[in-house]
């Protein structure tokens, strides 16, 4: 009992993960060998339940009950050891204490390297519109960027193939501002959120011309998506917040819940829904009539309508939970990703560089699409 | 092509995780509503083949060609914005520059928490080697952190009961000194840990006295297991020792190698190996003779002994380099659990409370083990 026949260290599966508490800020990436093998790891989910009485009572109601509940052992022992014991929770509570006061010092450090960064956002944001045209240096500097990493890799051929035609078409492109369908363009190269843009999105998407990130007063982070006017929607700015709860267990931040915002669509332009017609006939005229109906459609602007958790009085079933959690998480993993992967490193989703370092497995992204989707990019 | 039916954002499965980019320090946990959903999450490798080039021409070589290399839609840019898109990547390589920086001053206020955190650390030693004996107030403080974790439960009648019977067997155990067995105790509440510990193992582990983490020189961090005298071995400590890469993509740190360290048995007393004797009756003569033979065996001592990667001149086949990998990144994720988890929390890891912030699946926590196995502590 409790042990079993292999020789390698345990490798956990399937375990909800989503984990980066804070005591492990620089936790490491591991080399991957293969690139099909099956999620192997021992990262839970640190502080899931911590300060959300809802979901926690949501969970011993509806599954069972809590993993690794002191089993009684503690209850069992010597009265001298209990004592230590007993010493030993107040180190802890110690312990505790300083692991919040860490949490708050990476969270001031990260606030303020995204104060030294934003200036760079800045001036991206200026290049992509037009409102900037980079210097001959500048230019020149970003080149070098280009042919150091293709150094590395032993391949300049691409570079100077792309060097050669590069005077060609001068005269035909010299109206272009600035970098056309930048964010569009980088978003369809990112494996999950290519699969939320529809072919109808894109007409929207077209005009995306920036993505900022801030943090707020309280624990969390505002995503603003700044578009430029178009026959979709009136806002300029769209809008998606991430509260945290307060401090959790281990010093770690632990989601408590997403606010999206109101898109104002133009008439007619609501890219969430699609307008169904049907022919009806009426059973005693015998003449027919168009009805419409209007359906939920995919959109990527789903994004701006998060799931929200259920009261703790609604009921809700075993299937319908995981549901939500699924949906959840994924809403919580989206807007990671444009946290620290996509705002950071836009420009390197924009020419595919960022991908040759996040190992993204491009054929089982999906929790439930067995298709094996073609995610190249053919523009 | 490139869309798909649902509505809810997209929930990559089955990648390779382990992620913890620096740049997402406090990346925080999700309440989980069920318990057996599944592994969901966009987050992937990180800077997995950055810098390890050896890892990589394997890859290449034996698994094809690497997801979301540029797909030719940079060189077809005209002049003019392809000139912008350098403007940007010079943007992106002063970005990667302050990254570095952040990550190098995470990595200092890790140290300086450490440091902090070190005589909480030295004192659980003393009390458990009964070097210490907390005083009262101590004890009282501690009783006190329970009591108002329980009043958050709502459940202090099993407190109260602990209490009724503290003095009956004062007289009984007066000499137990210190904790005893509360290294091995808490391992075994570690849902994937304990499945590395075989019963042979514990009468070696209930000598573990501490365990302690380290920074070294250079990026990466050091355990060390401090054992009492025991029959099994003579050495006082034993190491593992986790080596970094240096700065990879997105100021991440990766892992390059593990080492561990030699154990020196005494005579026949190695728990990595058993001995089979096995009769054999020599053809000729008709006489039998019983040959031993040394197989290895289970043992949770062979994370002293963590796998290696191999030169890149060995062949090695698909499903050859998957096993690796596996058991790289398990070996890398119990090195983890120790430095972020264990190490921390070992008081909570001892009384289980730590288990009920960590979402450790207890079912599905192994690879290639599909029985359920029972985690229960039954002492």
Known sequence: KNKNGNLTAPTPQNTPINPAPITSSYRPSIPAISEDMETITTQAIAGAFTGNPALLSMLQGKLGTLVGRPSGYIDQLP??????????????????????????????????????????????????????????????????????????????????????????????TAQVKGIPEFWLTLLKNHP???????????????????????????????????????????????????????????????YDHAEGCAIDWKEGKDLTVTIETKKQRHKGTNKTRVVKRTVPSNSFFYFFS???????????????????????????EMGEEFKDKIIPHAVDYFTGKALQYEDYDDEEDFDDDDEEDDDEDDD
Chains 1, 2 share one sequence.
């Open 79 to 172: 009265a001298s050891v209990k004592r230590r014991l007993n010493g030993l929770k107040y180190l802890q509570s110690k312990h505790a204490e300083l692991e919040n006061k860490f949490q708050e010092e990476v969270l001031a450090l990260e606030k303020k390297y995204l104060q030294l960064y934003q200036p760079l956002y800045d001036q991206r944001a200026q290049v992509i519109s037009g409102a900037y045209e980079p210097t001959d240096e500048e230019v020149a500097l970003g080149e070098k960027v280009d042919e150091e990493d293709e150094d590395d890799d032993e391949d300049d051929d691409d570079k100077k193939h792309a060097q050669d035609d590069e005077d060609k078409d001068d005269k035909d």
């Open 192 to 254: 999950q959120i290519v699969e939320t843009i529809t072919e109808e999105d894109e007409g929207a998407l077209k005009h995306l011309i920036d993505v900022r990130m801030s943090y707020m007063e309280q624990p969390g982070f505002k995503l603003d998506f700044e578009f430029s006017e178009n026959d979709y929607f009136t806002n300029k700015v769209l809008t998606k917040t991430y509260y945290y709860q307060d401090h959790a267990y281990g010093g770690d931040f632990v």
């Open 306 to 332: 998060p799931p929200t958790i259920p009261d703790e009085e609604e009921e809700i079933d075993e299937e319908e939970a995981e549901g939500l959690d699924a949906k959840l998480e994924a809403d919580y």
